[in-house]
T-cell receptor, first 115, second 117 residues
Framework: GAVVSQHPSRVICKSGTSVKIECRSL??????MFWYRQFPKQSLMLMAT?????????EQGVEKDKFLINHASLTLSTLTVTSAHPEDSSFYIC???????????FGQGTRLTVV | AQKVTQAQTEISVVEKEDVTLDCVYE???????LFWYKQPPSGELVFLIR??????QNEISGRYSWNFQKSTSSFNFTITASQVVDSAVYFC??????????????FGQGTELSVKP
């Protein structure tokens, strides 16, 4: 089956530093990847859609300069949280879609804590 | 606008009871997918089911069953003879376009199910 690997699963960083989260499709090529954010006890909200080789499309209210997304290959997308602050502490989860398919597969998620 | 509503924030049942989790959706599209996911405390999303808008047949998988009714825009999920391991947050989600945006999900607020022994 389609496997999406997300790394790291947990990260603690100091306020003001940047953190990179990787999302890899292990056994298929993902033309599109999605990044979601989930605050405690809340739902998952789409942050951005990234297509291989082009700029990501951000949802309204998501700062593109703070959440840098790079989708440089068909198997890897990265989300970099720049100058992280405690309010960025959240669960970040990616999903990857096979081109032409309506189905996307989720990674395991990354729990970010900014101290 | 597309929207998914799970009116039940928390449900608590005793083991072996049946429980139904409600999901109501809104979309202008005639073609779409509906999903249910389970999220245990570890955080990962466990895929349970996908249903496309053309298929209104109910589905049963072991103790799980789903009732899809387009007339009421509902996609309810029933767990029969619940078990403690069913305790988790359950999300209903909508993918509003088959092709161009396929895979982009709109989630409901989630229902936290607690099954007590």
């Amino acid at each position: 089956g389609a496997v999406v690997s997300q790394h790291p699963s947990r990260v603690i960083c100091k306020s003001g530093t940047s953190v990179k989260i990787e999302c890899r499709s292990l056994d298929f090529q993902a033309t599109t990847m999605f990044w979601y954010r989930q605050f405690p006890k809340q739902s998952l909200m789409l942050m951005a859609t990234s297509n291989e080789g082009s700029k990501a499309t951000y949802e309204q209210g998501v700062e593109k300069d703070k959440f840098l997304i790079n989708h440089a290959s068909l198997t890897l997308s990265t989300l970099t949280v720049t100058s992280a602050h405690p309010e960025d502490s959240s669960f970040y989860i990616c999903s990857a879609r096979v081109g032409g398919s309506a189905e996307a597969f989720f990674g395991q998620g990354t729990r970010l804590t900014v101290v | 606008a597309q929207k998914v509503t799970q009116a039940q924030t928390e449900i608590s049942v005793v083991e072996k009871e049946d429980v139904t989790l409600d999901c109501v959706y809104e979309t202008r599209d005639t073609t779409y997918y509906l999903f249910w996911y389970k999220q245990p405390p570890s955080g990962e999303l466990v895929f349970l089911i996908r249903r496309n808008s053309f298929d209104e047949q109910n589905e049963i998988s072991g103790r799980y069953s789903w009732n899809f009714q387009k007339s009421t825009s509902s996609f309810n999920f029933t767990i029969t003879a619940s078990q403690v391991v069913d305790s988790a947050v359950y999300f209903c989600a909508l993918s509003d376009t088959f092709y161009n945006q396929g895979g982009k999900l709109i989630f409901g607020q989630g229902t936290e199910l607690s099954v007590k022994p």
